[in-house]
């Protein structure tokens, strides 16, 4: 039997909580059920590689809302349980626990999880990933007791962990298959940046290496081999390789999908009672005239807004332009726009580059695509507005930095 004729969201991530929030905040006050496949409250999840990782938050920071929350605003909030069908023709969904929902709307709000490593060995006992708060607290307790980490993938989170191991103590060896850290994501000029602070502080680099196998001693891995035939010894081994959409659910039920829900702007599916937001949605942005899905922070804090509009019936469109943060030892940046490989002509500065005091502007056909501030602040609104507007921008201005970026 069904539970509930009312608004359901799947997801207890950021994007799942901030939903729930914006609907009671909208004025719906219908039945409201909240699934969640963790035990935990529903959290924040980038304090996982930053601040909580290296112990300058407590485990209480992470929670969107205390538990009186969701009492307050009459959410049933069900922890520990997945969604595991969707029957759309009957709006109900299935849940792990044998119980059925079933529903008005649907918010997919179900993430992504770290790819997987395919090389032999990959499954030992001291190969790590990081997603979850269980994730982040044994790696906290990993730090305290080895003395090597090797790092596979220089990314976002391979890099910030690295930062976080650094500042533990462990010696790092980080092995990426591109010839720099983040190159894909912000370019020859930017990530070299990041190659030379990580190495400032004592990180060895293995650029474009590529893993063979891991040599496994009982179950845990005492090394790693590379393809060039040299071998990396360790103590653990952290794997962050990028992410993957949870579409699992989605494609099952028959909706589409392609690296991530397919949405339109209004965050809605093909199917006019479900909608989608955060990591899993690809979705069509008004402003790049194209999909994106964007697996940062600020959108999974966002889109629920919209999402929770189009579930009322309201028009609506989520046109915010892509933003995410990242702190590594003493360099704090935020990152406005939306890159591609081969996206931009050339990156101009306002500010001191050497001593990590400035701001970035990738640039095509004169036009600002993208901004990065680093160590400078209260500034990304005026690079937003300086993509939106889409002028060709006179380089001079643009790098001076006694001319306000408000007066471009």
């Known amino acids: 039997m069904s539970e509930s004729d009312g608004f359901v969201i799947v997801g207890g991530g950021l994007a799942g909580a901030k939903a729930a929030e914006a609907l009671r905040e909208q004025g719906y006050d219908g039945p409201l059920i909240l699934v969640a496949a963790e035990q935990h409250l529903p959290y924040e999840r980038p304090g996982l590689s930053k601040d909580f990782l290296v112990g300058s938050a407590e485990r209480d920071s992470l929670f969107v809302h205390d538990g009186q929350w969701y009492a307050d605003h009459h959410l049933d909030l069900r922890t520990g349980i997945e969604a595991s069908a969707i029957d759309r023709n009957a709006r109900q969904l ?26 032999t060995g990959a499954d030992a006992a001291n190969v790590y990933q990081l997603r979850t708060i269980a994730d982040a607290e044994r790696l906290q307790e990993l730090f305290s007791r080895i003395e090597r980490l090797l790092v596979v993938g220089a990314g976002w989170i391979g890099l910030e962990v690295s930062a976080a191991a650094r500042k533990a103590g462990v010696a790092v060896t980080v092995v990426e298959s591109a010839e720099l850290p983040l190159l894909p994501v912000l370019g020859r000029e930017l990530a070299q940046v990041y190659a030379q602070l990580h190495r400032s502080h004592g ?22 081999e590379l393809a060039d035939g040299s071998s990396i010894v360790t103590d653990a081994v952290l794997v962050a390789i990028g992410a993957q959409p949870n579409v699992e659910l989605a494609q099952s039920a028959g909706l ?18 479900i909608v989608a937001c955060g990591d899993v949605a690809n979705a069509m942005h008004p402003f ?7 697996e940062h922070w600020a959108t999974a804090l966002k889109q629920p807004a919209v999402a929770a509009r189009t ?3 309201e028009a609506t469109s989520y046109d915010e332009l892509p933003y995410f943060y990242s702190d590594q030892y003493d360099l704090g940046m935020e990152f406005v726009g939306h890159l591609e490989p081969g996206g931009y002509d050339e990156v101009v500065y306002r500010g001191d580059l050497a001593a990590h005091e400035f701001v970035a502007f990738w640039l095509a056909g004169g036009r600002v695509v993208a901004g990065m501030n680093v160590n400078v602040w209260d500034v990304a609104d005026a690079v937003k507005a300086l993509i939106r507007k ?19």
């Open 94 to 119: 299935q849940l792990s626990d044998g119980s059925s929902l079933g529903y008005r709307k649907l918010l997919l709000a179900t993430g992504s999880r770290p790819r997987p490593l395919p090389v």
């Open 203 to 224: 990180v060895d680099f293995r650029f474009g290496a590529s893993l063979e196998r891991f040599e496994v001693d009982g179950d845990r891995v005492t090394s790693a």
């Open 256 to 273: 589409a999908v392609d690296d991530g829900i397919l949405v339109n702007s209004a965050l809605l599916t093909a199917d006019p009672d």
């Open 288 to 294: 790049y005239n194209k999909r994106i899905r964007v």
């Open 311 to 313: 579930m009322r019936g």
């Open 390 to 408: 889409g002028t060709v921008i006179d380089q001079r201005l643009l790098t001076n930095p006694d001319i306000p970026l408000n007066q471009q």
